[in-house]
Structures are given as C-alpha cells and as structure tokens.
C-alpha cells in the first residue's frame, strides 16, 4: 500500500480515501452502519474484493469496526465544527513575539546571486568541478560508513585541523584544531553564537550600516542593537555615549559594506575595550583572503590574549557557496556549549562534503585555488577602477583593495533614483540605504567584480554610465 | 606572503612574528626605536634583506613607523596588563542564562551511531552508494551554476516537489510543494518552529518519555516543558491537570520510545483538542516510512483542516543521516515566516544534495530502495523477537511493528545494574530512564534491528542473555 511511485492511485485507495472524508464530515454518524459490500460494490460498479479491502483498511485504520453477520460500523466521531476560522488562518494569529521580529523586512537579498556588478559571490565558473567531482567520488566509494552516520556537531576531524592550519598561516590565528568548530555558514556561527553568549535585550554594537545578515541572526537571539559608526580606520566609537555592549559584531578585515580595514591602532584599542568590559567580539573575516594591495593584517583573534574574540570564516567566498561549510574559532571553555547548541539547533554539518573539502585542503589545490582566483579577481579590479574612472566626478570608489567588491560613493540623493533607472535597464544594483541601522548616511552602492570578465566589466560600467548620465 | 602552504614558516615571517609580540608585550615602548636594520641583521645572522621584509611588513601592518634617516619607530601601545584573568576565562562567565540552559546534560547520545543493537539508524550496507556517487557526480558535472551559488531557503523546488509528491502517495500528507519546506535534519524543524511560534515561557507538551532532541530544541527555544503521559493509544491528556500548551509535540506514527501509534480516535480528539485552544501540533513522523504490520494511518497533518498541524519528516532513516535533508510541511500562511527564520539562523541546505536526492525519488530509486530495506529490515525484527523469546520472564518486547528498533521492558530495579553489565560486557544498551521528563517510570532498553543482519542479532542476544542472566 505504501509508495505506489509513479502509479496511478488505486480504485481502492480512492475509495478508502473518500469514505474517511465522509466519515470526518459527519456524513454518516458514529455507530450508523455502512452499506453491506456487495450493494456498495454494485452502486459504484466496482468490484467486490475492491471494496472489501476498502473497508478492512479503514477498519486497520480505527475508522469502523466490523461485525461478523452484522456489518460495518462507524467508529469515530466526525471532526468538531471548524467554528468559521478559514484554513491556516492559525498560522497568522500564532507567531510568538520572537518569530514576528524574524518575519521578512527585506534586509536580505534574494538568492541566487547570479552573475553581474550586484554579485559578492566568486565566480562560479572558475571553480575545478571536474577535480571536485573526483574528489566527491572517492569518498563516496570509499569513504567509511561513519562519513553517512550520524556525525560530530564540532566538526569532522580532518576539516578542523586542515582549517586552523591554515587560519595559522595565513590568516594569523592561534587557535588548535580543537577550537574550530565546523558550521553550515557564517550566518550559523553567528547566530549560534548570539543564542549562546546573549540574553534578550543584552546590548550589541553592530557597525553601522553594517551587514544585514548578521543583524538578522543578531535580532533572531532577542539583541538589543546599537549601530556603531565607522569611519577610515574602522569601528569608532565614544564610550560614555553608548551602551555598555556585551557583544561586540565587526568585519575588521574589510568592513561590510564600505571596505576600510580597521587599523592596528583601533583593533588594539577594541580589544582592550573589550577585555575591560568582558564583551565577547565577534571578528567576521568573511572575505579576508583576498588581499591585493598589501599583506594582510592579521586576525584580531590572534592579538588577543583574554580569550574574547570569536573568529568567524567561510568557505562560500572562496570556494562556493552551495557547499554550505564555514567555521568559528574560539576559545577552549567556549568549545563544549557551542556544540551543545549545534546539536539542540540543526545536529551537524554534511561529513561527506566536509571530508572532500579536507582533501581538497590536504592536497594543496585550496592554495591553488586561491593563488589562481586572487590574480583573475585581482586584475578584474584593476579593470573595473579603470572603466569607473570617467565617471570619477559622480561615483567615489573606496574599499576595493580587498574582497569580492568595493564600494562606489553616490552625490547626495541620487543613490534612489539611480537605482530604480539601473533596474529599468536591467542592471542590479545594491545600494547602501537598507544598511544602515540609523539615519541612513552616505549614499553609494556595493560594486563587485569578481563574477563578471573584463568585457562584460566594461559593458556593465557603460551601462552603469547611461544611467548615471540619464541617456 | 598569503598561503604558504605546504612550506616552513620562512624566516622573515619568523622575525615579523617575534617583533610583533615583542611590542605587544611592552619590550619596545611606543615611541622608541628598534635596531638598525644592518645592525639587527648581524646581531641575529641573518641577511639584512630578510630585516628590511621584516621591518617593511611591519610598517604595513601600522606596528612600526619608519623615517629615512632617521630609523624605525614602535608606532602602537602594548596591550592592557591581563588583570592576572587566566586566557578564555572570560568563556566560563561570559555563557547567557540561555546559553547556559544548551550546554550538554548528557540526554544527546554520542555519535556516530555504529552498528549494534543500541543503533536506530539505517544499516548503511545497504545503501546504493554507486548509484548515489554516479547521481552525484552527473550534478557536480553537469548542473547548472546556480547549485553552487547561494540558495533559496525554502528548498530546491525539484525536491519539494517531490517530497510533496511522496508524502501525498504514502503518508497522507495533504500539501503541495509550497507547503514544503528543506531542512538539514528534523532536529532543525522542531528548533526552527519553536523559535518562531514560542516565546520564552510558553507552555509546551510532549509526551513522557519522549524524544530527547526535541526536548533539546524546545529547551533551546526557551520553552516552559511539561511531560504528558502515553498509554497504549499514545498522548493521553487530562485536560483540567495540565496548563494550557501553545505547542503539542507529539510522535503518532511510533511513540519514541515506547513504540505505539497513536490511535485514530486519539490523534481525532488531540486536534480537536489543539483546535480547540488555537494550539500547534508538531507531529514528528521520524521513522513511519517502516510499517511491517499493517497498513500506515494517514498522518495527523492530513486530518487538520485548522492549520494547526506542523509535520515533520526526515531522510535520515530512510536514505542516511549524513545526507543532512529533512523537511517540514506547514500551512501556507506560515510559510514566510518559517523561510526568513531558516535564513537568519543558517541561511538554506545544499542544493547539490538537494538535487541529487531529487532525482533519485524522480527516478524510482528511493521508492524501491524503501521497498527493499522495508523487507529486509521485518526479517531482522522477526529474527529479533524471536531471538528474545526465550527471555520473555525478562524481557517484555513492544513498539516493534513499525520503524527501525522497539523496546524491551524490564523487572523493576533491572535497567541501571543490567545496563551497566552489558558495558562491562561490550554491549552498548539504552536504556529509558533519560527519556523521562518527570518521575522515571517503566524501565527498559531501545533495541534496535536494523543495522545487524541475522547472525549478527542472534549473536548480540546471546551476549543480552548472558546479562540477563547473570553469566
């Protein structure tokens, strides 16, 4: 009875399936005796046995009872009038004060990202699938059964020691593999994070505008939000005109969305700050890997020495996003709570994908990887700056010495309209406006130029000019 | 200088690291003056190139700042004196209450499951790996770019399609794709809608014993859990004893853990019940796929014609639980709400997995896989209870007619000593006594027979005999 796939549901499945609708309508009431079979057969034109087995499903079910000589009887009450409440109209009346502040305010793009000037995505197509491919199918013909069993809400093993090798060396981490904890995405660490460390209505500092993703996880654990301002060297704050913050969210590497690096002198002093105050701070280093103009500063975490910093990678910037892997490093006590809450909240991540990707560390093909992307996206820049520097006297660029994208600063009140007549033209553009947690500031839109080549770089920026230039 | 991977950390690195402790350390004052570049050379025997890296590093990094002709300069204050806290202890006072209400209590077992009779998983032997790898490797190879950029929450709409087409055929699940929503496990529905339909405090049933990783997710949510009682007919409720739940989370098809399905008239009088008082119904359907006995009851979500049920549903028992794909059907107004909190707390699942899951039910696959290991799966509980006969003075098998394990009971004051006999022996046992909100009660193991095949049972019962017995 289970499953018929892809076969026809049977005459006797419509018949068990009608009879128990009419017996929850109240068409024949509890105890009333059912037509015998052989009647019901020939009113129907179907055959006996088919209504026999009908009628026994329902009896397994617990909707009739059958009496030998007797015959068939209704055996449940009809379902209670629906008292004029149309269908799923529980649903609206039923959200919790927390789950409304979680309903859709349009802070967080549609997925997916495509390709185009809006796009902070790599580009897809520079991705080795055929290696990957190989890699996937290995371990899944030889790969232990473990990898398809129930998994460590901390992370597979191998992943977790191939990622804090290279945070050491490249990102200037201090973590052992211990201290990493495998997550589904950056938004997971995050939001798992805030449940963890934050109580309703404990004050956060987010940089402001700031990233929408975090401030929906953030919102999610019942924060209360304080926008930071940032300026040239990163977050900047006045510490008597604000909360007291227990949390502390930034992105020191390349500051979402407007792209300064915080400088060594502010990483210092926040760090100090938050040591001082027991704050936890969040470093969100989501696309620090790509550093063009000079050597990478190193992580904040790895200046810290109170054990407050909660490092927080990803994978879908420098590999793909799809894969659904990214990582938070912190530190030791911190360790066992935070996969405790992985496991009350989702279990954990894919082993199988965490096993390819371990290999693909192991193997040396992620440094390739990110040696070959880093030059193509590299040039992509140089090639974008050039193209925008006609347009120089209306749009500012900043930022684009890192990352996927940059930023381009608008002329006051233009950010709007140039936005609604690049849509018009079927170009994307994201602009600052929804970033910011207070009064809107600067106006300008997020550019990236990892997706596009240089021809459709040049063809977006003519676009990009039309509509500037309102022709 | 990014990535050397693969390489000694080379000497100029080396010499960074150092100076850059040194002057957060306070070794150098802000302000003074470090050695010669040709003079710190000689000193330590190196080239005078590697100081000059060195020093240039540094001075892009913000810590030195150099003047020709004069020399180079510390340019940053050492850090704030530790205040004798020892490192991460900032963790131990930093959790939420919140957080510190996840932190492990020992009611989530370990993982990965293994194979024995401790074991409710899938026997991962059977499984088609080959089919799977070649599935997966035609959507590595072949699959459209927007499988690796990011995703729509809600789920790849081929595979909820599918599911809505397969719960429809053999759950009685009456949704279409809209309805469905992709999950990473059933662990994440439950944690998901508690978060969006309960505040902290809010009143919420399960049924004692029960499941634990629900209890972990509704803990998480902050709900206040009240155990309700199961007899043979499952949740059995006395309305006036009990205060009034916003959410019901029930396991109709096969109580976890005692193993009866609710009856017809009950689950009738439960949502009447939650109609009634504008209550949510989770009904899990965690292993109902496995019915050996008699035909499935169509799901509770099938009767609701309030909107109140929420049902829940999951690969993990039928293909594996690495797969990481589970999925909710919720009534349609729930639906934006329930995909912008997927999207704050994690963001959406793989679609890669998603697609290739998608074309093996497409294909007919999952339906004979079901097939198959439905069959082979009843001949291992056949083997099982007959297996257990001859202890039945001892052991009181139940729940065995449906899913992957059932339960034994056991003379009062047996489980701990015998459990803890059979971990003497080698034997992993679970027994009930965790599963209970309230007072323990009736004691006994979960015994599963899904992973071992004949001898192998006959084996692991002689081992349970030699327990029981004492020998």
Same mark, same amino acid.
């Given at each position: ?320 996003? !799809? =894969? @659904? ?5 912190? *530190?030791?006590?911190?360790? #066992?709570?935070? /996969? $405790?809450?992985?496991? %009350? ?57 890192? !990352? =996927? @994208? ?5 002329? *006051?009140?233009?950010?709007? #309209?140039?936005? /609604? $007549?690049?849509?018009? %033209? ?46």
């Amino acid at each position: 009875m289970l499953l018929p796939q892809n076969v026809a549901i049977t005459l006797q499945e419509t018949l068990s399936r009608q009879l128990r609708d009419a017996i929850l309508a109240g068409t024949h009431a509890p105890g009333s005796r059912l037509p015998a079979s052989r009647a019901l057969a020939q009113t129907l034109g179907v055959s006996r046995v088919t209504v026999e087995a009908a009628y026994a499903r329902l009896e397994a079910e617990g909707y009739v009872r059958r009496r030998v000589g007797a015959g068939t009887f209704v055996a449940v009450a009809p379902l209670a009038p629906r008292q004029g409440r149309p269908s799923g109209d529980a649903a609206i009346a039923g959200l919790s004060r927390r789950g409304s502040a979680t309903v859709p305010d349009g802070i967080l793009p549609t997925m997916p990202w495509g390709r185009g000037l809006h796009a902070a995505v790599p580009d897809l197509r520079l991705f080795p699938r055929v290696l990957w491919q190989r890699l996937q199918s290995e371990v899944l013909l030889k790969g232990p059964d473990s990898l398809f069993d129930y998994g460590d809400s901390r992370g597979y093993l191998p992943l977790r020691q191939a990622i804090a090798g290279y945070l050491a060396q490249s990102r200037g981490v201090r973590c052992d593999a211990d201290q990493v904890l495998v997550m589904t995405s950056s938004q997971q660490a995050i939001q798992l994070l805030a449940s963890l460390l934050l109580d309703p209505g404990d004050v956060t500092w987010l940089e402001d505008p700031g990233y929408p993703g975090a401030r929906a996880a953030l919102q999610a654990a019942g924060a209360s939000l304080v926008g930071v301002p940032v300026d040239d060297e990163g977050l900047t704050w006045r510490e008597q005109a604000l909360p007291t913050p227990r949390l502390i969210y930034t992105t020191p590497s390349h500051q979402y969305p407007l792209g300064m690096r915080m400088s060594l002198a502010r990483r210092l002093a926040l760090l100090d700050y938050a040591r001082a105050q027991r704050a936890w701070v969040i470093e969100d280093d989501y696309d620090g890997e790509y550093q063009y103009d000079h050597a990478p500063l190193p992580a904040m975490q790895g200046l810290d020495d109170a054990g407050c910093v909660l490092y927080v990678g990803t994978f879908s910037k420098v590999l793909f996003p !799809g =894969l @659904r892997l990214a990582y938070a490093v912190v *530190p030791k006590p911190l360790v #066992p709570a935070l /996969a $405790a809450a992985r496991r %009350a909240f989702d279990g954990y991540s894919s082993q199988i994908a965490q096993a390819v990707t371990a290999r693909f560390i192991e193997a040396g093909y992620f440094a390739q990887h990110l040696r070959h992307t880093r030059l193509i996206y590299r040039s992509r820049r140089d090639v974008l700056l050039e193209a925008l520097h006609p347009l120089r006297d209306e749009l500012v660029p900043q930022g684009f010495d890192s !990352g =996927l @994208r940059g930023v381009v600063r608008l002329p *006051p009140g233009k950010e709007a #309209p140039w936005t /609604a $007549a690049g849509k018009l %033209a079927g170009l994307q553009l994201r602009g600052l406006a929804g970033l910011y947690l207070g009064q809107p500031g600067r106006e300008g839109w997020m550019l990236a130029h990892a997706t596009l080549d240089h021809a459709e770089i040049h063809e977006a920026v003519a676009q990009l000019s039309r509509v500037v230039h309102g022709r």
